[in-house]
């Protein structure tokens, strides 16, 4: 009995893994920049061992700012700072996630429908977080979804 309880589970795990291989990032479409909230809905399957994930990706943007000490603008290449807000529907309260490098992966729940809410910092925060006031974008800072595991659909 042990036996075939270990043979079933190996054949599971073959399966999941596999799907995972082939399977193509279902959110390609999903995108944003540093100058605007972005939300959209995603749905996630009921995969048996492993999790379900959404990973977002941000492509560095370029500033201008005036430094807290000193006199004079500089310019720097730098990624956007965001919270990532997201629930599933069911729920009433939002988690949240602080995303201020290159990539930010959320875990979710199987079978669940979430709405994901991408807001960059305000400007008091981008202040605090990038050091300097007075920040412009002279080159938009632009992410898109990279990547999905166990993921249906997103719109």
Avoid: H
């Avoid at 036996?3 to 944003?32: D, H, K, P, W």
């Amino acid at each position: 009995m042990k036996r075939v309880i270990a043979f079933i589970m190996t054949i599971l795990m073959s399966v999941s893994i596999a799907s995972e291989v082939f399977a193509a990032n279902v959110c390609y479409q999903i995108s944003g920049y540093c100058d605007a909230e972005r939300t959209f809905t995603v749905e996630t399957k009921n995969r048996p061992i492993l999790s379900e994930k959404i990973t977002l990706k941000q492509s560095k943007g370029k500033y201008e700012y005036r430094p807290m000490i000193g006199s004079g603008k500089k310019t720097k290449s730098g990624y956007m700072a965001y919270k990532v807000y997201y629930k599933k529907s069911s729920d009433k309260s939002w988690k949240s996630k602080k995303w201020t490098g290159e990539k930010c992966t959320l875990t979710l729940k199987k079978n669940s429908t979430y709405s994901v809410r991408v807001v960059p910092y305000s400007k008091s925060a981008l202040s605090v977080q990038f050091k300097g006031s007075n920040i412009k974008w002279k080159k938009l800072a632009t992410w898109e979804v990279s990547s999905t595991k166990g993921i249906d659909l997103c719109k």
